[in-house]
């Protein structure tokens, strides 16, 4: 190997980037004074079966594995020309070119876990970005130290706890927690705060459950809050003002999700979502009136006001509606430019399907209130779009 030139790392991996018969690559093994000991070399050899077969563009791909005159075993990978992120964070980038990173590394991990792999070091230092087109290169490669004394701290607080204590099994949720503090690090400003909140989360059952999810909260990051946890409410009366909603909730995505889907053959035939959500009101209602002829108890107890959080004023959402304020707007721009996309009505309602499911996915925990509302803004819409068709 020529042109050779080491990669400064404190932990006991030896990482060498030279040519090697003419090709550009990069050489992973053991420093001098780990490099006879078995633990570590049936190390190496783990990763070589684990990760050689993995092919992805954002990801350094192992050539081979080999026993070197020079570095004794070690793992051969790709190489191009390029810098670790904490290099490029350095730089001056736009927040466009920064995004292009992140989406960029979610779809390698992405790969990795559909794969059944799990990172568990993700961290600016193992992922390099290219000089030429600043691509991602992800090193699917975990660095190892000879003790967490070795682990530099910089490093350590991308990793997510149950990856330093080593008490559960890892899973997609630990590469989110490393994303989000990237993601953090990256300095993506206030928009970004809450999916920085959610994926770094030390109770990883609060995190995003994976990559994709990650990914539909980051391109909609305003949108992305998460509940107070509480309406302040209690008794019979709550709880059946609580299961009204969940049914109108529930009764309302199914009609939108089925009216998005119907064959627009015969739109004739179609039923207005406005219409749908009016009838399933009126149902849920009927329901709840007949429970509380059975509830000797609901005669005597005063009317629950549930839309006393929902109230507007001038067209503006107050209270825990607030958000609709900001979504609503930037939603009607996605809508008309789906409806300006062209195409039979049918791809159409095709786009607005997937386009509503993944908005509704990134609002995060929102109560059941807030989803309705969500839910009615959106079939308005969508109805008086049909209607202008």
């Known amino acids: 190997m020529t042109e050779t030139k080491e990669i400064k790392t404190p932990s006991i991996n030896l990482l060498m980037t030279g040519k ?37 563009p954002n990801i350094l791909e192992i050539i081979e594995e080999r026993d070197d005159d020079t570095y004794g075993l070690c793992l051969v990978m790709e ?65 190892r130290y000879a003790d967490q004394m070795h682990e530099p701290i910089a490093s350590l607080k991308f990793r997510a706890p149950e990856a330093k204590d080593g008490t559960v099994a890892l899973d997609a949720r630990t590469d989110v927690f490393s994303l989000g503090m990237i993601l953090k690090e990256m300095g993506f400003g206030s928009d970004y705060e809450e999916v920085v ?83 399933t009101q009126a149902d849920a209602m009927q329901e709840n009136n007949a429970a509380e002829q059975t509830d000797p108890s609901a005669a005597n107890e005063q009317p629950q006001d549930t839309n006393s959080k929902s109230a507007t004023v001038s067209g503006h959402y107050s209270g825990d509606l607030a958000f609709l304020n900001e979504l609503v707007p930037q939603m009607h721009i996605d809508l008309d430019k789906i409806y300006a996309s062209g195409g039979d009505n049918a791809a159409i309602h095709a786009k607005v399907a997937r386009y509503y499911r993944g908005l509704r996915k990134a609002l995060g925990n929102k109560t059941d209130a807030q989803f309705a509302a969500y839910d009615k803004e959106f079939a308005d819409y969508v109805n008086k779009k049909n209607a202008g068709q």
């Open 20 to 56: 090697d018969a003419g090709r550009d690559v990069m050489v992973i093994g053991l420093k001098e004074a780990y490099r006879d000991k078995q633990q570590y070399q049936r190390s190496l050899k783990r990763e070589y079966a684990q990760c050689h077969e993995l092919k992805h």
């Open 79 to 143: 190489w191009e020309p390029a810098r670790t992120l904490t290099e490029y964070m350095q730089e001056s980038h736009s927040e466009e070119e920064k995004k292009s990173i992140i989406r960029q590394l979610a779809d390698a991990l992405s790969f990795l876990h559909q794969n059944g792999k799990v990172h568990g070091a993700l961290n600016p230092d193992c992922i390099f970005v290219t000089h030429q087109g600043d691509r991602v290169k992800l090193l699917n490669f975990r660095i």
């Open 197 to 279: 909140s959610v994926s770094s989360n030390f109770a990883r059952n609060d995190r995003y459950p994976d990559v994709q999810t990650f990914l539909d909260a980051f391109e909609h990051r305003r949108y992305t809050r998460r509940s107070s946890g509480s309406d302040g409410g209690n008794g019979a009366g709550n709880k059946r003002a609580a299961m009204l909603i969940a049914t109108i909730v529930g009764l309302v995505v199914i009609a939108a999700l089925l009216y998005f889907n119907r064959n627009s053959d015969a739109p004739e035939a179609e039923q207005p979502v406005a219409e749908m959500v009016d009838s």
